[in-house]
């Protein structure tokens, strides 16, 4: 049985541009094809189980030839899977996805199109540009500025010029002086308003806006790249008064997330939300165990309190209990302590409350809230990771309190993305390392390895993890209490 492809715009590189309807269809994908300019954060959203099948272009070198794209295309769906055609920007956009649809229509593979927005819309809108205006233009043109190899740009220059409307260049900056000669030869006004966008609507987006006329030494001197886009018209006048993105706290700084994949969420999403480039790197996973031993001998005393560090906990305890035929009601008679929000809302996914968190989220202070609610003594069932930290059981049992040590799940040290952080803190390109735990920091030098962190910011959510940090990090920083919005509100403030 033959799949179907669906060609998905991935807009013009963050995720929070992907369309709802395009991140469905990467998640139930068998097999995906994706551009170069396709972001990192959605490239992160597609299966594990599925096949990855890179075919990026850049300027004047396409490592995959179209018509070998076209040809990958149909194999992957006469194999019977679901296939995911990923572009940059829209589909139908200067994307070739026309010429796709064609060929898979010709081959009798079936296809569906799922739109993407536009870094022709997308890069002006984060660059304070309205591409029309009632009080400058009513419409928009989209031109393509990239000649086939070796061949002149065939714009009709004047025939733009006439129009007076806002013109938008796709792919156009190493035509930039072509395109800038070819208007005011065609008799744009040298003053006209103009701007060149480079990474549109990313973290690390940059801009120039001046006259038409001064526009390609400009861009010259500020050394602007691509992935870029020309915008001409008296809209880009309104730049700076218009522009949101550029002001947001965090603009143009790159902050790595190292946090388990199932909780970066959060604290890259308020990352990006400041304007911040965020790469998520998760560097630590959680492997649940399956010897049920000490769980079971656990039960067969009694304990006032189960005691949960992590979020990670209470899925490991389901599955453990799960293998001897029972579940979390085996906690009935203990009352539930949780080290922080984080594990206090995961508890409640599971229908349970928290009858104590602490007021600041580490093992130190839970220890001291759980001494100070058990004065006699008592016990303490502590359901963890293998590799959780010595500060709690210690300070509990110089307190007369009995604790049950319960290993659940083991911590371990991975991040795929090791290669490119090396390359990257080598070039100067990471402003910050954020660390949720003493496992984050160990993971994440394991994986990078021993290289000049000089001039990067670790920043940590509470003092065990800067001690952990402060072994190769020159520069650490410390949230004020160990939650996600004081690691943010820290990161603006020292950044």
């Keep these: ?80 899977k679901n296939v995911v055609r990923l572009k940059g920007g829209d589909c139908f956009l200067f994307g070739r996805g026309g010429e796709e649809c064609e060929h898979l229509l010709q ?101 120039v806006v001046c006259g038409l006329s001064d526009l390609s030494a400009n861009v010259r001197a500020e050394g602007l790249q691509s992935p870029a886009l020309i915008i001409v018209g008296r809209v880009c006048a309104l ?80 599955h453990t209990l799960g293998k001897l035929g029972r579940d979390l009601r085996a906690l009935y008679g203990m009352k539930i302590a949780a080290i ?15 009858d104590l968190v602490p007021t600041q989220y580490d093992g130190e202070h839970l220890a001291d809230a759980l001494v100070d609610v058990m004065p006699q003594g008592g016990s303490v069932l502590l359901l963890r990771a293998v590799q959780g930290g010595q500060i709690l059981p210690e300070k509990l049992a110089r307190a007369g309190i009995r604790v049950t040590d319960v290993p659940l799940y083991d911590t371990v040290h991975r991040c795929d993305k090791a290669d490119a952080l090396r390359g990257m803190l080598a070039e100067g390109k990471i402003d910050a390392v954020t660390f949720t735990s003493v496992s984050t920091v160990e993971g994440f030098v394991e994986a990078v390895g021993a290289v000049e962190y000089k001039g990067v910011m670790a920043c940590c959510i509470g003092e065990q993890t800067a001690q952990a940090a402060r072994k190769y990090f020159a520069n650490v920083k410390v949230a004020k209490s160990a939650t996600i919005d004081d690691l943010v509100a820290c990161i603006e403030e020292e950044i």
Excluded at 267 to 280: F, M, P, S, T, W
Excluded at 340 to 354: F, Q, R, S, V
Aim: hydrophobic share 45%; aromatic share 4%.
């Design 1 to 80: 049985m033959t799949g179907t492809v669906t060609l998905v715009g991935a807009g013009p590189g963050d995720k929070g541009l992907l369309t709802t309807a395009g991140a469905q269809a990467i998640a139930q994908a068998d097999a995906v094809v994706y551009d170069r300019l396709v972001g990192e954060d959605i490239l992160d959203l597609i299966p594990p189980r599925a096949e990855k099948v890179p075919v990026g272009k850049e300027n004047n070198h396409h490592p995959v030839p179209q018509h070998e794209i076209n040809d990958i295309l149909v194999r992957l769906a006469r194999e019977g």
């Design 107 to 207: 081959n009798g593979v079936p296809f569906r199109v799922i739109p993407g927005v536009t870094s022709a819309l997308a890069a002006p809108a984060f660059a304070g540009i309205p591409v029309t205006h009632r009080d400058f233009t009513s419409s928009v043109h989209i031109i393509t500025a990239h000649a086939r190899a070796g061949k002149p740009l065939t714009i009709d220059f004047d025939a733009l010029v006439r129009l007076n409307v806002t013109l938008v260049f796709l792919m156009g900056l190493t035509a930039l002086e072509q395109v800038t000669d070819g208007l005011l030869r065609a008799g744009m006004q040298s003053d006209m308003p103009a701007a060149v966008i480079e990474n549109g609507a990313r973290g690390t987006q940059r801009k």
């Design 239 to 318: 730049s700076d008064t218009l522009d949101w993105f550029t002001l947001l706290p965090l603009h143009g700084k790159t902050i790595v997330v190292t946090r388990p994949k199932a909780r970066a969420g959060t604290l890259a999403e308020k990352l990006r939300r400041r304007g911040a480039n965020v790469i998520e790197a998760p560097c630590i996973e959680t492997a649940q165990r399956e010897d049920t031993r000490s769980i079971a001998d656990a039960f067969q005393q009694p304990h006032d309190w189960a005691v949960f560090t992590s979020p990670a906990g209470i899925p490991a305890a389901v």
């Design 340 to 354: 922080g929000k984080g594990t206090a809302a995961a508890l409640a996914a599971y229908g349970l409350t928290a």
